[in-house]
């Protein structure tokens, strides 16, 4: 996926004084399983309330002028869960990209689902390279699930795929820069997320884009996914927009004081 190369700076202020909206946000969508336990359903029912979330979402942030949005659907840790969960997670792209993909084909949206291919069933497999196909010329918003995702795992197949290019002849080992690796790793040409945000409670990335959020805000959320609307989303941009952003340096002020 190329990155659109005139966008602003996410967060930065312009002239007029306002932020700029960030590009990128991405989201660990955490809590299925606690509300479902609050309402004394089977987890499984959470994760199905997850997706009308994710659904609110996806339908909300282009409102919000984001163009990007990343979701982190399944994590290879999450194979450790009870067999009858992880088969009910295994089913949820399929139940997503069942209703809504006519819609976002329909509205330009373009789908991308990073994260290993295996150990997903054929179906599944066949449901996420379709839905890639179908939106593939779309640029209007960039929708990326990473299901049966790591963030380790993304870097050492970035790290594999350099090295089989220096075995092939087609590198040297002097030849890597931050930004040649960055283009390897899944998420390729699309900017860095300018904000993660977890909801839930938990205050932890979990292997969730490691490379990638390298200079990102986080935001965390005392709300459970399934209950996590637009004006959740409303809010944690306001954090966002509350938040100084140096990239390692000073803001000119402080760069300037001397007491
Ligand atoms: C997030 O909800 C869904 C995934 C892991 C894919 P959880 O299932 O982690 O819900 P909690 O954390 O147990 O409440
Ligand atoms: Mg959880």
Not at 1 to 14: F, L
Not at 193 to 210: A, C, K
Request: net charge negative; hydrophobic share 40%.
């Amino acid at each position: 996926m190329a990155a659109p190369n005139d966008t602003p700076t996410a967060g930065e202020r312009g002239q007029d004084g306002q932020a700029h909206p960030p590009l990128h946000v991405a989201i660990v969508m955490d809590g299925n399983g606690r509300w479902a336990k609050r309402r004394g359903l089977p987890r499984t029912l959470g994760h199905r309330a997850g997706v009308e979330a994710l659904k609110r979402i996806v339908e909300a942030a282009p409102k919000l002028n984001i163009k990007w949005l990343t979701v982190f659907g399944f994590s290879t840790e999450n194979w450790s869960r009870p067999a009858a969960e992880v088969a009910e997670l295994m089913a949820l792209p399929k139940r997503y990209f069942e209703t809504d993909l006519a819609r976002l084909e329909r509205e330009g949206v373009r789908v991308g689902v990073i994260g290993s291919r295996q150990g997903l069933s054929r179906d599944l497999v066949k449901i996420c390279d379709e839905a890639e196909r179908r939106t593939v010329g779309n640029d209007a918003f960039f929708l990326t699930v990473a299901f049966n995702y790591g963030g380790k795992a993304d870097i050492v197949d970035a790290a594999r795929r350099f090295a089989e290019d220096v075995a092939a002849g087609q590198a040297e080992p002097g030849d890597i820069t931050e930004a040649r690796f960055a283009s390897l790793l899944s998420t390729g040409g699309a900017p860095d997320p300018d904000v993660i945000i977890r909801p839930s409670g938990e205050q932890r990335l979990s292997n969730f884009m490691l490379w990638q959020a390298a200079y990102a805000e986080f935001v965390f959320q005392d709300v459970l996914w399934p209950d996590y609307s637009a004006h959740h989303l409303e809010a944690a941009l306001a954090e966002f927009y509350t938040r100084n952003r140096r990239y390692g340096a000073v803001v000119a002020d402080d760069a300037l004081a001397t007491g």
